[in-house]
């Protein structure tokens, strides 16, 4: 592959540029098809595209490929997230925080999320709780913790909530 595709690649993107973006990075990958971030990359671009299904296959790959590649995880966990697939997303999100991924309350809070989608309450409960402990600006967590707290009768719980969900916006 010709080098200034990476330049290329990343040119685009910030510029919006998905579909340039999108072929610089396949051309690198048809060269070299493990090339982790490259295939990240294609996940990467495919997502902010919202296409998410098309993105799952090369985050799995740069996955699989790299033991130390952590934010992949949590993008996967997105993806199913918006394709309503609530155990894959649950288990990506998991791998994220397994990985250390920079976007802990992010994955916590899409963990939650899956939990409460599958109806295990109490532990997506604690789990929304966790992700605003550490990333307080997580809106969609305020909204779902508050309903667990009235399904619970935990009305003073669920008042606090929603308050503090208001002053943060």
């Known amino acids: 592959f010709r080098p200034e595709a990476k330049n290329r ?5 910030l510029a919006k540029n998905y579909d340039a973006a999108l ?23 495919y997502r902010t595209k919202e296409s998410y299904r098309e993105a799952i296959p090369y985050y799995k790959k740069a996955i699989e490929l790299d033991p130390n590649i952590s934010d992949a995880a949590y993008y996967l966990a997105i993806c199913y997230a918006n ?7 649950g288990a990506a999100a998991l791998e994220a925080l397994k990985r250390k991924t920079k976007f802990v309350g992010e994955s916590y809070f899409y963990l939650a ?13 604690d789990l929304y709780v966790k992700a605003l402990e550490i990333k307080p ?11 667990i707290y009235r399904s619970r009768n ?16």
């Open 9 to 13: 690649l990343k040119m685009n993107f």
């Open 23 to 45: 072929k610089d990075a396949l051309e690198v990958l048809k060269v070299e098809p493990n090339n982790v971030p490259y295939l990240q990359a294609v996940g990467d671009v």
């Open 83 to 89: 394709l309503g697939d609530t155990e894959n997303q």
């Open 113 to 125: 999320d899956s939990l409460n989608r599958q109806k295990k309450f109490d532990q997506a409960a």
């Open 137 to 147: 600006d997580i809106y969609g967590a305020y909204n779902p913790l508050s309903d």
């Open 154 to 169: 935990e009305f003073d719980k669920a008042i606090a909530v929603t308050r503090k969900g208001l002053q943060q916006y």
